[in-house]
């Protein structure tokens, strides 16, 4: 489920969520994140959170590679 943190004031994106609008799977998301092509925000308990407004732009990013 999509949720707020106060810090961001962004939309934030739990890993299977984000896979899931993306068309990959989380285990290439987490992947991605740790090569550095996306950033992940962690909650305090470390579960990765990923913001809407990234995921959007990794979709635009594929669409022109394509």
């Known amino acids: 489920m999509p949720s707020k943190y106060p810090d961001t ?3 934030l994106l739990a890993v299977g969520a984000a896979a899931g609008l993306v068309g990959v799977s989380v285990d ?3 992947r991605w994140e ?3 092509r996306i950033i992940a ?3 305090p308990t470390g579960h990765r959170r990923f913001r809407r407004a990234d995921i959007e ?3 635009a990013e594929e669409v022109s590679v394509s």
């Open 9 to 11: 004031g962004s939309e």
């Open 41 to 43: 925000l962690r909650t």
């Open 28 to 30: 290439t998301l987490r």
């Open 34 to 36: 740790r090569n550095g």
């Open 57 to 59: 732009a990794l979709l």
